[in-house]
């Protein structure tokens, strides 16, 4: 003789033991989160950005790019500013390269003189970083050759707008560089 379950005795235990296994898989859920993506190592929780040293001969280009990676750097990186001496990790530059030069240009037809009428400048900067774990004392990302460019219409910009450009490129190229590492 066969037996006869009622589902009706089967069917609440099957919902308590689903609902428990519910509850324990969101509890151990709660645990778990993501990250942004793209910032140090769990270590490395402040930094210091030196200023930059200029191989070249605009003064005042080590401020300007100084200022755009206090401003940029430490929120991407998902770190906190940090003091000269106390920050977990240290960020190094030093500007190479600056050039300014005609980057598009036409010959006027209306002169005869075959004069060349420069539609478009370009600004490019080149420049070294290392960024450094002080506490391991090892190079948590460099890049000997990374550069920038801005391009700017001189009739109606000047250097200054290319230069901008050129070095918020960078900024992002030393971001992009330092997140592929984790």
């Known amino acids: ?51 930059p040293e200029n191989e070249t001969d605009r003064v005042d280009l080590s401020d300007q790019l100084l200022a755009e990676m206090n401003q940029k750097l430490p929120r991407s990186l998902g770190v906190r500013p940090g003091t000269r001496d106390g920050a977990d990790a240290v960020v190094r530059t030093k500007i190479l390269r600056y050039d300014d030069s005609a980057g598009n240009y036409r010959t006027d037809a209306v002169a005869t003189t ?33 550069a920038g460019q801005g391009q700017y219409n001189p009739d109606k910009e000047s250097d200054r707008d290319g230069r901008r450009l050129a070095i918020e490129r960078l900024v992002q190229a030393i971001i992009d560089g330092a997140q592929s590492q984790w």
Do not use: H
């Open 1 to 51: 003789m066969q037996r006869n379950r009622s589902r009706r005795t089967r069917g609440p235990r099957a919902l308590a033991s689903a609902a428990a296994l519910a509850a324990a898989l969101l509890a151990g859920a709660c645990n778990y989160g993501f990250s942004g993506g793209g910032g140090f190592p769990p270590s490395i929780r402040t930094i210091y950005i030196e200023a």
């Open 114 to 146: 075959g004069a060349v009428k420069v539609i478009q400048n370009q600004v490019n900067i080149a420049m070294s970083v290392q960024i450094i774990d002080r506490k391991r004392n090892e190079i948590l990302w460099e890049s000997s050759s990374l």
